[in-house]
């Protein structure tokens, strides 16, 4: 079902699979499209992603570091070439996710949506219309606009928007901006612009909304013309961690972590999110399709979501930065040689220092993910991996020999399976590493490890002998 073409409005897309927006910060403070950036998403187009959302870029003119921008015509051209790269590099659809933020100072002071005008609102309206019609213009195959996180329409959205007016307090009030947004979108692009709209299924935060305003936000989106709802959670100011002289990031508190699910939390934890709202929608008589994000690392839990009706498409961000080909070798039935993020954050850590993004796994010295056709796996030395674990200060220390390759080792694989069970993909460890710590250990418990080496091709070495450990 996954490689099965979707339809949305006018677009096909070739699969079920999305990028959903990930900041690069590869631009500089020009907000223009440059050859970092057209490499980035190229690579994307090239791995099969059904659907490409091209990082938020601000529809208005303020200033925010190195950010993309399509608040004016200077930025016509590098977007349109960007939007001709990604088509002639794949069957990826590309659509430019738009934004409005407002604005925040090093102070620690920041712009709420209480202190905006009615005739600024009505400029926020015309900035995002220009914008649509401009994405149009470039080529893009439909636009998706950015109401979630911290920024301005999620803000008039959230539960704790201060306004007095009919902009605020109810949640028609809460709606009426970014439903007018959409309105307005819309009566400038014409009926055949496919339009997505971002938005969060739970706030995260104290007194924020949860599921059970995003039901209702997503039948009026809907209603009012939204050709998909991207599910997102969290990502906002009010529970951020203040820095002294830094401008405050919104994915630093418990919101951020929502958002961006680690390490920490279970696979597909934002899920019931995209369930819950899909189910909503559907009870409205209507059959909008949902993009479920949110720690989605498997073949086996992206079919789950759409054989159990928890999402209509799969949106999977850090697992395509750690390996843009993804989409491919699932087609193709190689999920193996798949190299898997380790949801370690180390991107979202990038993002937050206004450092260019990049995974981790990746090679150093490239800045990119690697490009192999190699077909020769990595082998271990003739003495075997000599895989040990050892028990101390209530965890398992594994260590084991390097293998080689022809090419490169890009890592490794831990499997763990506890007593008899089955092994399962624990971790993945660079190559440069030839260690891991277990710390998600019970005392009394068996657990078996093995390792299995992988190259920048992600073709898959032997698996090491499996090893016991028990704490005591
Ligand atoms: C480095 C980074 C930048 C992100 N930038 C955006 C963004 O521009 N717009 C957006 O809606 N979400 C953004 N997100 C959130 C992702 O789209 C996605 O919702 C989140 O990473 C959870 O999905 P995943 O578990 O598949 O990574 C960003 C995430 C990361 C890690
Ligand atoms: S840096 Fe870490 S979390 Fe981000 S994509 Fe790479 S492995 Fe995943």
Sequence with gaps: MLFQPFPIRSMLLPNRLVLPAMVTRLSGEDGVVNADIKTR???FAKGEVGLIVVEAMAVHTAKSGPLLRIGSDEFVPGLTELARLCHDAGPSKVVPQIIHFLKISRSGWRQTVDMLSHQEIDDIVEAYGTAAVRARRCGFDGVELHMAHAYTLSSFLSRVNPRKDEYGGTLENRLRLPVRVLERVRSLVGNDFPVGVRFLGEECIRNGYTVLDAGPIAVRLAG???????????GKFEDARPIPGEPLY?????????????????????????EAVRAAVHAAGLTTPVVAVGKIPTRELAERVVAHEKGDLVGMARAL????????????????????????????????????????????????????HDVIAPVWPQTGPELRAECKDGRVLLRWKSASDNEAIYGYQVMRAEGDGLLLHHASVRGSSTRYEDARVLGGQVYRYAIRPYDLAGNHGPMSPTVRATLS
Excluded: H
């Design 224 to 234: 009012a013309g939204a050709d998909y709802l991207s599910l997102s959670a969290g």
């Design 321 to 372: 930065l750690a390996d843009p080909d993804l989409p491919r070798k699932w087609r193709e039935g190689r999920e193996e040689t798949v190299v898997r993020c380790v949801y370690g954050n180390v991107c979202k850590a990038l993002d937050e220092n206004f450092r260019k993004v990049t995974c981790t796994l990746w090679p150093k010295a490239l800045g990119r993910a690697p490009e192999s």
């Design 41 to 43: 998403y190229a690579r």
């Design 250 to 274: 919104p994915y630093t508190g418990y919101s951020g972590d929502r958002c961006m699910p680690g390490n920490q939390y279970p696979d597909g934890a934002n899920l019931y999110i995209a």
